[in-house]
């Protein structure tokens, strides 16, 4: 590692944020040095993708092969970040989703809309390939598509049921190849797209982004290091990122005119919280005291069904590249007495785990045959929505744990306000309305709100009282500092947020290599 | 209101629904009730043959029958022949909460066998060791395993330890289950009516 060497930017993580915009940045010209707290990971030969439960004691399939580092915890996940195991759900956000709080007056507008946006969603999905279907809905954009995955039997017999009920299922849209590319071939339908896809038919960061990036010297990929510390300069700016390795604690310093953070949400925050110095105390570049807050991750409810016209019938393949379909936002045009709303996944799980067999009644081979016979018809229902920001709700480090570098653990707080609950319930009362249009025998209903897709604690926003970075994602306070990853969504919509996380992030770069272009920085 | 703060052994769970257990949501969001540290330990290809690790023989036998009542042969193998017995007490040497519940458990039943006349359960009939047990599984289907007695408490654990294995098995994926899955198309198919 050159320590003396100055960088045109330094970025600290390598999934969907870092990645996109390191490789953006490299394309421009930039001299870009990504650095990541996990190792380095190959793609095609690392991962358990073929796994079987039985080839493991415990019957859990580790996701890494026998000794190959990477993804076991939080700051060590390896080249790729999430985008190695994430299911791939790329959906555009629509011009309600930027400007909710126009329309209801509730939570806070992007500073921009649809119309900014979409060149980046563009230039995203011709780089990633995203499979999916015209549909023309006012609530999710279309996109550049290749062909969808043909939907499976269990998800039309949802679709005849949604339909009853005047509700749209439509084809999935994934950042996995339906047609192969000059680089990548399609998906072979293994099932088993939560691990990483070890063909790389799904996207992932690393290779599809940074390795070509890399090829071209203009990008420098340094893994195992753990950044802990963003000091700032006497004329606020900050210059140099401090690590140290994974695996040998060794220190390092890595320098930089323009330092981005993209270690996904709640580590980023997390990482700026850590960054105190006398000139900002609570955290870098929070002197609005707006970091951490207007935590709004993703509120799911799931429900376990068996859909009873395939109870008894055989067995067959249809694991195929896990959800093949999508409930999208329908409740913008239904009247009802919350703001925002919901959409639905469903079907995406593989058929190598058999957990609801345990609660299924009696035992012996009355037992035994109950479960065969539902096996082709077990379904999972998913619904995700929005969160509205809220005072209880906020990522802060905690004060006494630490995690196994000595760091200070990272905290997640939510509460849902009244409102999220009426939506909360009245998603729930529309799963169970489709589930039972479509012949379905409810198994079971998780108990409790959960979250997914970290959402939120470092948003963008025109007024430096009441936001952390500006529209461009740079900081309010450090004119060189940027974060790109979901934590800086004023924002969450009920849409998965990656393909969204990119398209900000190569809009970012730009930005940036703008900058550098004209030596404002 | 549901308020909700994580530690890093929470996050793990999260993280595990963002990857590879995302689509389970709940039920076995965490799979067969282990932590995530529990799963980097390297695997044996077969466990048909191990010895038990943490059982005697005799209470190893107890279970084993518990087991075999719980999924049978049927024209196709059942727990024994998947290695189900193995599978639990791989899972309960690791876990002193289960040892308790089901050392209770053990005594239990040898205790309701004296009074049915034997001196141990395993010298039950069938139909007496079915007697003893289905209450015990109507009553941990009826409160979904969190009824307060301890036999009651025990059953379930040795029915979730049960289906977990078997059916996590290649005896009860494979035979049992016909999966089918984990192989390469070229194109996913079409549905034709008749699925």
């Known amino acids: 590692m050159q320590t003396n060497h100055l960088y045109d930017v330094v970025v600290v993580g390598s999934g969907a944020g870092g990645g996109t915009l390191s490789a953006r940045l490299a394309d421009l010209g930039a001299d870009v040095l990504v650095l990541e707290g996990g190792p380095k990971l190959n793609t095609r030969t690392d991962f358990n993708t073929h796994g079987l439960p039985w080839e493991f004691p415990f019957r859990h399939i580790p996701t890494m092969k026998p000794g190959k580092p990477g993804m076991d915890g939080e700051r060590s996940r390896g080249l790729g970040g999430k985008t190695q195991l994430w299911n791939a759900v790329s959906l555009r956000f629509s011009e309600r989703d930027f400007k909710g709080k126009a329309h209801d007056g509730a939570g806070e507008n992007w500073p921009f809309g649809y119309a900014e946006m979409k060149p980046y969603y563009d230039r995203i999905e011709k780089q990633v390939g995203v499979c999916g279907n015209y549909d023309g809905l006012e609530d999710l954009p279309d996109g550049i598509f290749l062909p969808p995955v043909p939907m499976k039997c269990t998800d039309l017999a949802v679709k005849k049921g949604a339909e009853k009920l005047g509700v749209k299922v439509i084809h999935v849209r994934k950042a996995t190849l339906s047609r192969p590319t000059r680089t990548r071939p399609a998906c072979h339908f293994c099932g088993n797209c939560m691990s990483g896809c070890d063909v790389v038919a799904k996207y992932n960061s690393y290779d599809v982004h940074m390795l070509p990036a890399a090829a071209s010297g203009k990008l420098t990929l340094q893994q195992n290091s753990i950044v802990y510390d963003l000091p700032v300069s006497d004329e606020a700016k900050v210059k140099e990122v401090r690590y140290f390795d994974r695996e040998t604690r060794a220190e390092g310093v890595a320098r930089g005119k323009v330092i981005v953070v993209a270690c996904a949400c709640a580590q980023s925050v997390g990482l700026l919280l850590m960054s105190k110095s006398s000139r900002f105390p609570t955290g870098l570049g929070n002197s609005s005291g707006q970091l951490g807050k207007n935590f709004i991750p993703h509120i799911t409810a799931g429900f376990e069904a068996f859909l009873t016209d395939f109870i008894g019938k055989p067995s067959v393949n249809d694991e195929g590249f896990l959800d093949h379909a999508y409930v999208p936002s329908f409740m913008h045009s239904r009247k009802r007495d919350y703001p925002r709303s919901f959409g639905v996944q469903f079907n995406y799980q593989n058929h190598r785990a058999v957990g609801w067999a345990r609660s299924m009644k009696g035992m012996g081979a009355s037992y035994k045959q109950s479960i065969k016979e539902r096996y082709p018809a077990y379904f999972v229902f998913t619904g995700y929505h929005e969160m509205l920001p809220n005072k209880d709700s906020y990522i802060e480090l905690d004060p006494v744990q630490v995690d196994e570098y000595g760091l200070p653990r990272v905290k997640r707080n939510w509460k849902l306000s009244e409102d999220d609950w009426k939506l909360h319930n009245d998603m729930k009362k529309w799963c169970r309305d489709i589930l039972v249009a479509s012949k379905a025998e409810i198994h079971s209903e998780s108990a409790a709100p959960a979250s997914n897709h970290e959402v939120g604690g470092c948003r963008i926003g025109t007024d430096p009282r009441t936001s952390v970075l500006n529209e461009n994602c740079r900081s309010h306070d450090v004119p060189n500092l940027y974060v790109v990853d979901a934590s800086v969504f004023p924002s969450s919509s009920e849409k998965n947020p990656t393909l969204t996380i990119m398209a900000l992030a190569t809009r970012t770069a730009d930005h940036i290599a703008d900058r550098l272009k004209r030596g404002e920085v | ?195």
């Not at chain 2, 995302?22 to 290809?45: K, M, R, V």
């Not at chain 2, 999924?71 to 899972?91: K, M, R």
């Not at chain 2, 003893?132 to 301890?150: F, Q, V």
Request: aromatic share 8%.
């Open chain 2, 1 to 195: 209101m549901a308020n909700y703060s994580s530690d890093r052994r929470s996050l793990l769970k999260i993280f595990g629904a963002v990857g590879a257990t995302c689509a389970y949501p709940f039920a076995s969001d965490e799979l067969f009730g282990q932590t995530a540290e529990a799963h980097h330990h390297e695997a044996p290809a077969t466990h048909e043959d191990a010895q038990p690790q943490f059982f005697n023989k005799a209470d190893f036998a107890t279970i084993s029958r518990i087991v075999d009542l719980i999924i049978p042969a049927t024209d196709t193998p059942g727990a024994l022949a998947a290695g189900v017995p193995a599978y639990v007490d791989l899972v309960i040497a690791r876990n002193t909460d289960q040892q308790l519940v089901t050392a209770d458990g053990l005594r239990w039943l040898d205790a309701e066998a004296t009074r049915a006349g034997s001196k141990k359960f395993l010298d039950l009939t069938e139909k007496q060791q079915l007697s003893i047990l289905e209450p015990l599984c109507e009553l941990a289907d009826k409160t979904n395993g969190l009824a307060r007695g301890r036999s009651v408490q025990f059953f379930a654990l040795i029915k979730s330890l049960t289906a977990d294995g078997y059916y996590t098995s290649r005896q009860g994926l494979r035979d049992e289950l016909e999966y089918k899955g984990n192989s390469a198309m070229a194109e996913y198919p079409s549905c034709v009516p008749e699925h």
